[in-house]
């Protein structure tokens, strides 16, 4: 294969955040990450704690979502959920921009929303995603195009202290013409973009979209370190059956097809 069992597994944030998830749901989760040796659990702030005990020795660390997943929350109220969650034992966050404000070109208040939280997270030792949620910003906004709004994004962000600039949340759905609700998630084209737009200490993560192994490659090939994933159990299941198969493991799959 091209990438080890372990490079594609520690890519792996196991998203544990639809709204219906019960404990004992949660705790499964924990347990599968834990059994594939994946990076992380993206859970609920309330249930951090217990995270870090179902996960306790398993080398699968806890992240925690902040202001998710509409990024509307204010930012002290993002700092202290920080706050809450890093006290708890969260070794990740994954926030959400304050996306009306971003489209206002408030952008001072942007970079001070995201510094807020980044300076928490690593007053505590962790370290901190910052979603954009690209299916709303298709069209651009506050006179830039789409792609120059993101840039812009990467640049603040960067500026404010980010870890990963991150894609989505995978609830970012858009209403349809015909009534209908959907959304892409994580592409290619903003992978690339969001991979040129920022330094190489900051790293990039896919979310939404990315739902077998060869979209899973095609993240790391387009230089993204972590992706947000439900169908973990599947992806690396593959991986062992290509492995003993004696596959190559190229990057022929595409992303952005919705469904995290």
Not at 31 to 53: F, M, R, T
Not at 134 to 163: H, M, P, V, W
Not at 238 to 248: F, M, P, V
């Amino acid at each position: 294969m091209k990438y080890s069992y372990s490079d594609l597994a520690k890519m792996i944030d196991h998203s544990l955040l639809h709204p219906t998830m019960t404990d004992a749901d949660l705790k499964a989760g924990c347990e599968l990450a834990a059994k594939y040796q994946v990076a992380s659990v993206c859970i609920k702030p309330y249930a951090v704690k217990q995270a870090v005990e179902w996960l306790r020795g398993s080398g699968v660390l806890v992240g925690c979502v902040i202001g998710f997943p509409h990024g509307n929350s204010a930012t002290e109220s993002k700092r202290y959920e920080t706050e809450l969650a890093c006290k708890d034992g969260a070794n990740e966050i994954d926030m959400v921009i304050n996306l009306g404000k971003a489209l206002s070109a408030d952008w001072d208040y942007v970079e001070a929303d995201v510094k807020a939280v980044c300076d928490e997270a690593h007053k505590h030792g962790a370290m901190v995603k910052v979603i954009f949620e690209n299916d709303y910003l298709t069209s651009g906004g506050a006179g830039l195009s789409s792609d120059d709004f993101k840039r812009k994004l990467c640049q603040i962000c960067e500026r404010a202290g980010a870890d990963w600039v991150k894609t989505s949340t995978g609830y970012g759905f858009v209403k349809q013409p015909d009534g209908s609700y959907n959304y892409k998630g994580a592409t290619e084209h903003d992978l690339a973009l969001m991979r040129a737009s920022c330094s190489p200490k900051v790293q990039v993560k896919a979310a939404g979209g990315v739902r077998d192994l060869d979209g899973l490659i095609k993240v790391r090939d387009l230089g993204g370190t972590r992706c947000g994933a439900t169908a973990t159990a599947a992806m690396m299941v593959d991986y062992r059956k290509r492995e003993a198969a004696g596959e190559s493991g190229g990057s022929s799959g595409k992303i952005g097809a919705g469904g995290y």
